[in-house]
C-alpha cells in the first residue's frame, strides 16, 4: 500500500520533472519548449478556480497575446505551485513575466509579480531589489512593501525588515501586513504579541478563503508553540473550514499530534499532506513520524523521496540549501553537510541560517565552531523549541551546563515535541541537565 | 462599487483577478521562510457602494447607504459574514464645499457569542432580533463627529438583525419580524439600520470584467474578439450585501441647518464618501512592554462616486488612494482625467466608440472636462460660477426635489441625468440608477458631444437593466436578504 503510494509520488514527479504539460493548442508557437510553454492542459471539467484562471487566461493569450494576460497566467500558475508544489510552473512563470516586463518594466504589479517568483525561488537578493523597484514606482503600495519586508527577513536584515514591516502596517494594517506584524514579533520571542497580532490578522482576513485559512494555520503553529495543544488543533480546524482541503491545514494538525505524543496517526495525515503537496517539509515531517512510530522502513522510503524533490526544485531555479542543510545534518552529517549549510547561510544570515550551520557543524563534531553560530541564531531572542535545542546540545557539549539549561528550559516550556524523531534526543538531554520532559497532553 | 468595478478597468482587469482574488499569496513550497499572503482581500473593510437620494417618503428626509462586504451567498452559515469588530466604518458629509468632513457619523460593531459551545448561528427558532435562541448577537452605536471635533453619541447597542437563515430558522416575515424592528432611531431625529440586505446593485459581472464585452446584440458584434451572442447575466443576482444606511434630517446635514431650495447655491449640495479604517499597530513596544494596538485609526478603504477608485485608479496606486482623503485628490487627477477605460473603450470597440474622423479616443488630460464637471457638481445644477473644488465626492443638491416612491422600481429614468432626470446620477445615486450604463456612456465621450455622442455611444451599456429583486417602499429601501434556504446553486444560469 504504502510502497504503492511512494511509487505513484515518484512517477508523478518524474512526471513533472520531464513532461511539463502537454500543450493544448499551438497559441505558443511551435518553437516554445514544453518547460517554457505557457500553455498546460487543464481539466475542462475542473471546478478549481485556479485551474479555471489558468483556461481563461490561455483563452485570453491565444486570443490577444496581451501583457495582461500573461501577467494574469504567471499569477494563476503561482497559485497553482502553492496548491500542488509543483515547481515546474516557475519556468514558465519566469518566461511569462520576462515577456511581460519587456514592455512594461517599470510597472508596479509585474515588479511585485517578478518579486514574488523570485522569493518563491528564495533568491531573495534579487527578490529585495525586484521590491524596491516596485515601491519606487507605487509608493505606499502594500504588496511591494511585502517583498521587501520577506526579502529582508530572509537575508537576515532584521532592523531593515523591522522598518519596513511598521511602514507596511502603517500603510495598512490588513492581513498582509498583519502576519508580518506577528513574525517579526515571534522572531524576537514574543509569543504572546505574536499571538496577537496573527490573531487580528485573521480577523482582519475574515471571508477570504485561502488567505485567512493560511494565517490560520500560523496562528496554530504559534499557539503550538506557546504550549497551547488543544488551542492550535481548533486554529487548524478553524483553517479546514475557512478554506476545505487544505493541505497545510493538514500537516499543522499532524504536528499538534506530534506534540500529543501520537506519531502514527500524524504519519497517517502527512501521508495525505504529500498526495497534494509533495514538498521535501512535509516529506521529511512524514518520514520522521513513520521512524518514531517504529515503521523505519516506510521512513526509509519517505526519506528517499527528498533528494528527487530538490533536484526538481533545482531545475526550476529554486535554491533549497537552507531547506535540506537540517535534514543532511541529521541524516548525512560531515565536511559535506556543512559546506552545504555554509553555502546557505552566507546567502541567508537568517536565524535559520546559521542555525542551519551550527547543527550541521555539531553533528560533524565541531561544537567549538558551532557556538557562534549559534549565537548568530538566538542574536534575537528567538524562542523556537528546535533552535534552542539545538543551542542546548552545543553548549553542554562545550561543557557549559548552565547555558544548555537555560535554552533547554524554553525548549520544554515551548514545545518540546517539536519534531518526532528528536523527542528522545530531547528528553535524553534534558535529564543530563536534571530537567524532565512533561508528559504530552492526552 | 468596488470589486466587480475594479474589474471595469479590464486592462488591469485580469491583474486584479490575479492578485487580489486568486494568487492571494505566495507559493507554499519546501521551504523554511514565511509565505504569508502578498495582497490579501479584505472583503468586511471593502466598500462595495455608496447611494443617497431624497427620501421618497419624507421629503425633509435624506438616505445615505453604504455597503460592505460584496457578492455575499445567503447560505454561508454557520459563521454568517458579519461587519468588522475590529474595523471602523465612518460616512464623511461636507455641507460647505471645502472638499472637508464636516459631519463624520461613526459606526463600530460588537460581537457577543451567547453560547461559546454551539457552532451554531442559532439553537431555535428566531421572532425577535434580540431572540434569546440567536447565538450570535452583532451590536453597534453611532456617534456622530463633528469638524471642531465635538461628538455626539446618537444610539448606543443597536441590535443588527439575525442572518435570514432559512424558514426554519426565521417561522414569521423576516422584513416585519427582524428586519423592521431592528431599525433603530437616531438622537436629533432619523433613523440607521445595519444588516443584510439584498445587493441593490446590479451588472452583467461576467462580460464587463471580461474586456468590457456585452453578451446581446448588437454590442457582442462589435467588440474585437469574437464571441457567439447570448442574453446577459446579472452577476449580482441572488446574491447579499451588508448594509449601513442612514435616513437623516435634511436639516441635520446642511450648512445652514434648513432644507435648501435654490438650486444654483453650494449651500444647497453635499457631498459624502464613506471608508474604514483600522487602528495602527505598533510591531514593537518601545521599552519592552507589551505590543499594543495604538488608538490612531489608519483608513483602509474609501469610496464616493462609483467610478473613480474602481475604474480610474490604477491598482498600483489604489492603497495610496484608499489612505488619503478626498481633499488630497488632485494628486490623482491625472488618472482621474485622462481615463484609462475609455482608451480601452476604443481599443475594444474600434469601429464603434472612436472619433472616426481622426481615430483618436476622447482621451487626455485636458480634453475631459466632462468629468471635471461630474467632479465639481456642474452637472447637478451648480453654474461654473458656484462649482465645487473637484473631489471623488457623491453629491446631492438637496433643492432638487425628491422622486416618488412609486417610482422605486420604475422601468424608466434608469439613466439619471442621461435621461434628463435631475434627480437620478450624478445628483446624488438612486437604488435603481444604472451607473454601469451611465458610466460606460460618459467614459466614451457622451457628455462631449458629437462625435462621441454619436452612433453606438448613446446606446452602450451591460444589458442588465435592472436588479433580480424590487426595492423596499420603505426604509432601508434595499430588498429583503435572500434565506440562505432559498439560496439556488442549481439554477441554470441562462435561464431567462
Same mark, same amino acid.
Given at each position: 500500500?504504502?510502497?504503492?503510494?511512494?511509487?505513484?509520488?515518484?512517477?508523478?514527479?518524474?512526471?513533472?520533472?520531464?513532461?511539463?504539460?502537454?500543450?493544448?493548442?499551438?497559441?505558443?508557437?511551435?518553437?516554445?519548449?514544453?518547460?517554457?510553454?505557457?500553455?498546460?492542459?487543464? +481539466?475542462?471539467?475542473?471546478?478549481?478556480?485556479?485551474?479555471?484562471?489558468?483556461?481563461?487566461?490561455?483563452?485570453?493569450?491565444?486570443?490577444?497575446?496581451?501583457?495582461?494576460?500573461?501577467?494574469?497566467?504567471?499569477?494563476?500558475?503561482?497559485?497553482?505551485?502553492?496548491?500542488?508544489?509543483?515547481?515546474?510552473?516557475?519556468?514558465?512563470?519566469?518566461?511569462?513575466?520576462?515577456?511581460?516586463?519587456?514592455?512594461?518594466?517599470?510597472?508596479?504589479?509585474?515588479?511585485?509579480?517578478?518579486?514574488?517568483?523570485?522569493?518563491?525561488?528564495?533568491?531573495?537578493?534579487?527578490?529585495?531589489?525586484?521590491?524596491?523597484?516596485?515601491?519606487?514606482?507605487?509608493?505606499?503600495?502594500?504588496?511591494?512593501?511585502?517583498?521587501?519586508?520577506?526579502?529582508?527577513?530572509?537575508?537576515?536584515?532584521?532592523?531593515?525588515?523591522?522598518?519596513?514591516?511598521?511602514?507596511?502596517?502603517?500603510?495598512?494594517?490588513?492581513?498582509?501586513?498583519?502576519?508580518?506584524?506577528?513574525?517579526?514579533?515571534?522572531?524576537?520571542?514574543?509569543?504572546?504579541?505574536?499571538?496577537?497580532?496573527?490573531?487580528?490578522?485573521?480577523?482582519?482576513?475574515?471571508?477570504?478563503?485561502?488567505?485567512?485559512?493560511?494565517?490560520?494555520?500560523?496562528?496554530?503553529?504559534?499557539?503550538?508553540?506557546?504550549?497551547?495543544?488543544?488551542?492550535?488543533?481548533?486554529?487548524?480546524?478553524?483553517?479546514?473550514?475557512?478554506?476545505?482541503?487544505?493541505?497545510?491545514?493538514?500537516?499543522?494538525?499532524?504536528?499538534?499530534?506530534?506534540?500529543?505524543?501520537?506519531?502514527?496517526?500524524?504519519?497517517?495525515?502527512?501521508?495525505?499532506?504529500?498526495?497534494?503537496?509533495?514538498?521535501?517539509?512535509?516529506?521529511?515531517?512524514?518520514?520522521?513520524?513513520?521512524?518514531?512510530?517504529?515503521?523505519?522502513?516506510?521512513?526509509?522510503?519517505?526519506?528517499?523521496?527528498?533528494?528527487?524533490?530538490?533536484?526538481?526544485?533545482?531545475?526550476?531555479?529554486?535554491?533549497?540549501?537552507?531547506?535540506?542543510?537540517?535534514?543532511?545534518?541529521?541524516?548525512?552529517?560531515?565536511?559535506?553537510?556543512?559546506?552545504?549549510?555554509?553555502?546557505?547561510?552566507?546567502?541567508?544570515?537568517?536565524?535559520?541560517?546559521? +542555525?542551519?550551520?551550527?547543527?550541521?557543524?555539531?553533528?560533524?563534531?565541531?561544537?567549538?565552531?558551532?557556538?557562534?553560530?549559534?549565537?548568530?541564531?538566538?542574536?534575537?531572542?528567538?524562542?523556537?523549541?528546535?533552535?534552542?535545542?539545538?543551542?542546548?546540545?552545543?553548549?553542554?557539549?562545550?561543557?557549559?551546563?548552565?547555558?544548555?539549561?537555560?535554552?533547554?528550559?524554553?525548549?520544554?516550556?515551548?514545545?518540546?515535541?517539536?519534531?518526532?524523531?528528536?523527542?528522545?534526543?530531547?528528553?535524553?538531554?534534558?535529564?543530563?541537565?536534571?530537567?524532565?520532559?512533561?508528559?504530552?497532553?492526552? | 462599487?468596488?470589486?466587480?468595478?475594479?474589474?471595469?478597468?479590464?486592462?488591469?482587469?485580469?491583474?486584479?483577478?490575479?492578485?487580489?482574488?486568486?494568487?492571494?499569496?505566495?507559493? $507554499?513550497?519546501?521551504?523554511?521562510?514565511?509565505?504569508?499572503?502578498?495582497?490579501?482581500?479584505?472583503?468586511? $473593510?471593502?466598500?462595495?457602494?455608496?447611494?443617497?437620494?431624497?427620501?421618497?417618503?419624507?421629503?425633509?428626509?435624506?438616505?445615505?447607504?453604504?455597503?460592505?462586504?460584496?457578492?455575499?451567498?445567503?447560505?454561508?452559515?454557520?459563521?454568517?459574514?458579519?461587519?468588522?469588530?475590529?474595523?471602523?466604518?465612518?460616512?464623511?458629509?461636507?455641507?460647505?464645499?471645502?472638499?472637508?468632513?464636516?459631519?463624520?457619523?461613526?459606526?463600530?460593531?460588537?460581537?457577543?457569542?451567547?453560547?461559546?459551545?454551539?457552532?451554531?448561528?442559532?439553537?431555535?427558532?428566531?421572532?425577535?432580533?434580540?431572540? $434569546?435562541?440567536?447565538?450570535?448577537?452583532?451590536?453597534?452605536?453611532?456617534?456622530?463627529?463633528?469638524?471642531?471635533?465635538?461628538?455626539?453619541?446618537?444610539?448606543?447597542?443597536?441590535?443588527?438583525?439575525?442572518?435570514?437563515?432559512?424558514?426554519?430558522?426565521?417561522?414569521?416575515?423576516?422584513?416585519?419580524?427582524?428586519?423592521?424592528?431592528?431599525?433603530?432611531?437616531?438622537?436629533?431625529?432619523?433613523?440607521?439600520?445595519?444588516?443584510?440586505?439584498?445587493?441593490?446593485?446590479?451588472?452583467?459581472?461576467?462580460?464587463?470584467?471580461?474586456?468590457?464585452?456585452?453578451?446581446?446584440?448588437?454590442?457582442?458584434?462589435?467588440?474585437?474578439?469574437?464571441?457567439?451572442?447570448?442574453?446577459?447575466?446579472?452577476?449580482?443576482?441572488?446574491?447579499?450585501?451588508?448594509?449601513?444606511?442612514?435616513?437623516?434630517?435634511?436639516?441635520?446635514?446642511?450648512?445652514?441647518?434648513?432644507?435648501?431650495?435654490?438650486?444654483?447655491?453650494?449651500?444647497?449640495?453635499?457631498?459624502?464618501?464613506?471608508?474604514?479604517?483600522?487602528?495602527?499597530?505598533?510591531?514593537?513596544?518601545?521599552?519592552?512592554?507589551?505590543?499594543?494596538?495604538?488608538?490612531?485609526?489608519?483608513?483602509?478603504?474609501?469610496?464616493?462616486?462609483?467610478?473613480?477608485?474602481?475604474?480610474?485608479?490604477?491598482?498600483?496606486?489604489?492603497?495610496?488612494?484608499?489612505?488619503?482623503?478626498?481633499?488630497?485628490?488632485?494628486?490623482?487627477?491625472?488618472?482621474?482625467?485622462?481615463?484609462?477605460?475609455?482608451?480601452?473603450?476604443?481599443?475594444?470597440?474600434?469601429? $464603434?466608440?472612436?472619433?472616426?474622423?481622426?481615430?483618436?479616443?476622447?482621451?487626455?488630460?485636458?480634453?475631459?472636462?466632462?468629468?471635471?464637471?461630474?467632479?465639481?457638481?456642474?452637472?447637478?445644477?451648480?453654474?461654473?460660477?458656484?462649482?465645487?473644488?473637484?473631489?471623488?465626492?457623491?453629491?446631492?443638491?438637496?433643492?432638487?426635489?425628491?422622486?416618488?416612491?412609486?417610482?422605486?422600481?420604475?422601468?424608466?429614468?434608469?439613466?439619471?441625468?442621461?435621461?434628463?432626470?435631475?434627480?437620478?446620477?450624478?445628483?446624488?445615486?438612486?437604488?435603481?440608477?444604472?451607473?454601469?450604463?451611465?458610466?460606460?456612456?460618459?467614459?466614451?465621450?457622451?457628455?462631449?458631444?458629437?462625435?462621441?455622442?454619436?452612433?453606438?455611444?448613446?446606446?452602450?451599456?451591460?444589458?442588465?437593466?435592472?436588479?433580480?429583486?424590487?426595492?423596499?417602499?420603505?426604509?432601508?429601501?434595499?430588498?429583503?436578504?435572500?434565506?440562505?434556504?432559498?439560496?439556488?446553486?442549481?439554477?441554470?444560469?441562462?435561464?431567462?
Amino acid at each position: 500500500m504504502h510502497s504503492r503510494r511512494r511509487l505513484a509520488i515518484v512517477a508523478g514527479l518524474a512526471m513533472l520533472a520531464v513532461a511539463p504539460g502537454c500543450s493544448r493548442g499551438d497559441g505558443g508557437g511551435g518553437a516554445v519548449s514544453a518547460a517554457t510553454s505557457p500553455f498546460v492542459a487543464v +481539466d475542462p471539467a475542473s471546478t478549481s478556480p485556479t485551474d479555471q484562471a489558468i483556461a481563461k487566461a490561455q483563452d485570453r493569450l491565444r486570443l490577444d497575446g496581451s501583457d495582461s494576460a500573461r501577467l494574469a497566467l504567471a499569477q494563476a500558475f503561482l497559485q497553482k505551485v502553492r496548491e500542488t508544489g509543483d515547481p515546474s510552473f516557475y519556468t514558465r512563470v519566469d518566461a511569462l513575466l520576462t515577456e511581460t516586463a519587456r514592455d512594461r518594466e517599470d510597472d508596479p504589479l509585474v515588479l511585485v509579480a517578478q518579486g514574488a517568483l523570485a522569493l518563491a525561488r528564495h533568491q531573495f537578493a534579487d527578490a529585495l531589489e525586484l521590491g524596491r523597484k516596485a515601491t519606487a514606482a507605487a509608493p505606499g503600495n502594500v504588496s511591494a512593501l511585502a517583498v521587501v519586508v520577506d526579502a529582508l527577513n530572509e537575508l537576515g536584515r532584521y532592523d531593515e525588515a523591522l522598518d519596513a514591516t511598521q511602514a507596511m502596517a502603517d500603510a495598512r494594517p490588513n492581513l498582509a501586513s498583519l502576519a508580518r506584524v506577528s513574525y517579526a514579533r515571534e522572531l524576537r520571542g514574543d509569543l504572546p504579541g505574536a499571538v496577537g497580532a496573527m490573531t487580528q490578522a485573521v480577523t482582519a482576513g475574515a471571508g477570504s478563503g485561502e488567505n485567512v485559512a493560511y494565517v490560520q494555520v500560523q496562528l496554530g503553529n504559534l499557539l503550538l508553540t506557546s504550549g497551547d495543544v488543544a488551542g492550535a488543533e481548533a486554529s487548524y480546524a478553524a483553517a479546514e473550514e475557512s478554506f476545505p482541503g487544505f493541505p497545510l491545514a493538514k500537516a499543522g494538525r499532524a504536528r499538534a499530534l506530534v506534540a500529543r505524543d501520537e506519531p502514527g496517526a500524524a504519519a497517517d495525515l502527512l501521508a495525505e499532506v504529500v498526495q497534494v503537496l509533495p514538498t521535501a517539509e512535509h516529506v521529511i515531517a512524514q518520514g520522521d513520524a513513520l521512524a518514531a512510530a517504529g515503521r523505519p522502513r516506510e521512513a526509509t522510503e519517505a526519506y528517499a523521496l527528498v533528494d528527487a524533490i530538490a533536484k526538481l526544485y533545482r531545475a526550476n531555479g529554486v535554491n533549497v540549501d537552507l531547506e535540506l542543510a537540517l535534514f543532511t545534518a541529521d541524516h548525512k552529517p560531515g565536511g559535506a553537510a556543512v559546506k552545504q549549510a555554509r553555502q546557505a547561510a552566507e546567502q541567508r544570515r537568517s536565524v535559520a541560517g546559521h +542555525d542551519a550551520l551550527a547543527w550541521s557543524l555539531f553533528t560533524a563534531g565541531k561544537p567549538a565552531e558551532a557556538w557562534p553560530e549559534a549565537e548568530r541564531a538566538l542574536r534575537l531572542g528567538t524562542r523556537d523549541p528546535q533552535i534552542r535545542f539545538h543551542a542546548a546540545s552545543i553548549a553542554l557539549a562545550r561543557g557549559q551546563r548552565t547555558v544548555a539549561a537555560r535554552h533547554m528550559a524554553v525548549v520544554l516550556e515551548t514545545n518540546p515535541r517539536f519534531s518526532a524523531v528528536l523527542t528522545p534526543d530531547v528528553t535524553r538531554l534534558a535529564g543530563r541537565l536534571d530537567l524532565t520532559v512533561p508528559p504530552p497532553l492526552q | 462599487m468596488r470589486i466587480r468595478g475594479k474589474l471595469l478597468a479590464a486592462g488591469t482587469a485580469v491583474a486584479t483577478m490575479g492578485l487580489a482574488g486568486i494568487s492571494g499569496g505566495l507559493p $507554499a513550497t519546501a521551504s523554511s521562510h514565511r509565505e504569508a499572503p502578498l495582497i490579501s482581500q479584505d472583503p468586511v $473593510a471593502d466598500n462595495t457602494d455608496v447611494y443617497m437620494f431624497r427620501d421618497p417618503v419624507d421629503p425633509t428626509k435624506v438616505d445615505i447607504i453604504a455597503n460592505f462586504i460584496g457578492l455575499e451567498q445567503p447560505a454561508s452559515g454557520p459563521n454568517f459574514v458579519r461587519f468588522g469588530d475590529d474595523v471602523l466604518y465612518e460616512i464623511h458629509v461636507d455641507n460647505d464645499g471645502d472638499v472637508q468632513s464636516d459631519i463624520t457619523y461613526q459606526f463600530r460593531f460588537r460581537t457577543t457569542v451567547r453560547n461559546p459551545n454551539t457552532f451554531l448561528y442559532n439553537t431555535q427558532q428566531m421572532t425577535t432580533p434580540g431572540d $434569546a435562541d440567536r447565538n450570535v448577537v452583532q451590536t453597534y452605536s453611532v456617534r456622530q463627529v463633528n469638524e471642531n471635533g465635538s461628538s455626539t453619541m446618537l444610539v448606543t447597542d443597536a441590535l443588527t438583525p439575525p442572518e435570514n437563515v432559512g424558514p426554519r430558522s426565521v417561522p414569521l416575515d423576516y422584513e416585519a419580524s427582524l428586519a423592521q424592528p431592528s431599525i433603530a432611531n437616531l438622537a436629533g431625529g432619523g433613523k440607521v439600520f445595519a444588516g443584510a440586505r439584498k445587493d441593490a446593485f446590479y451588472v452583467d459581472l461576467g462580460s464587463v470584467f471580461d474586456l468590457l464585452g456585452v453578451r446581446p446584440a448588437p454590442f457582442n458584434e462589435l467588440h474585437a474578439i469574437d464571441l457567439p451572442a447570448e442574453p446577459a447575466r446579472d452577476g449580482l443576482a441572488g446574491k447579499n450585501v451588508h448594509t449601513i444606511s442612514l435616513q437623516l434630517p435634511i436639516a441635520s446635514v446642511t450648512k445652514n441647518g434648513n432644507v435648501p431650495t435654490v438650486v444654483d447655491a453650494k449651500d444647497s449640495v453635499i457631498g459624502v464618501y464613506a471608508s474604514t479604517s483600522r487602528q495602527k499597530v505598533r510591531v514593537l513596544s518601545p521599552a519592552g512592554a507589551p505590543p499594543r494596538t495604538a488608538g490612531k485609526w489608519v483608513q483602509v478603504s474609501r469610496l464616493g462616486i462609483p467610478l473613480v477608485n474602481e475604474v480610474l485608479i490604477p491598482l498600483g496606486l489604489k492603497d495610496k488612494w484608499n489612505a488619503t482623503d478626498p481633499a488630497d485628490d488632485a494628486q490623482f487627477f491625472g488618472n482621474i482625467l485622462d481615463p484609462e477605460p475609455a482608451k480601452l473603450i476604443s481599443a475594444l470597440y474600434d469601429e $464603434a466608440y472612436v472619433d472616426k474622423a481622426t481615430k483618436v479616443p476622447p482621451g487626455g488630460a485636458t480634453n475631459r472636462p466632462d468629468l471635471l464637471k461630474l467632479l465639481t457638481g456642474q452637472l447637478i445644477g451648480l453654474s461654473a460660477a458656484n462649482a465645487l473644488p473637484p473631489a471623488d465626492l457623491l453629491r446631492l443638491n438637496l433643492a432638487v426635489a425628491a422622486d416618488t416612491v412609486g417610482n422605486m422600481n420604475a422601468a424608466t429614468g434608469r439613466l439619471g441625468a442621461l435621461d434628463g432626470d435631475a434627480k437620478g446620477f450624478p445628483n446624488g445615486r438612486r437604488l435603481r440608477d444604472d451607473v454601469v450604463d451611465i458610466e460606460l456612456r460618459v467614459l466614451s465621450g457622451l457628455l462631449l458631444g458629437p462625435p462621441y455622442a454619436d452612433g453606438a455611444n448613446p446606446l452602450l451599456g451591460d444589458a442588465v437593466n435592472a436588479s433580480d429583486r424590487p426595492y423596499l417602499s420603505v426604509f432601508p429601501y434595499q430588498a429583503t436578504p435572500i434565506s440562505g434556504f432559498d439560496q439556488n446553486d442549481q439554477a441554470d444560469p441562462l435561464a431567462p
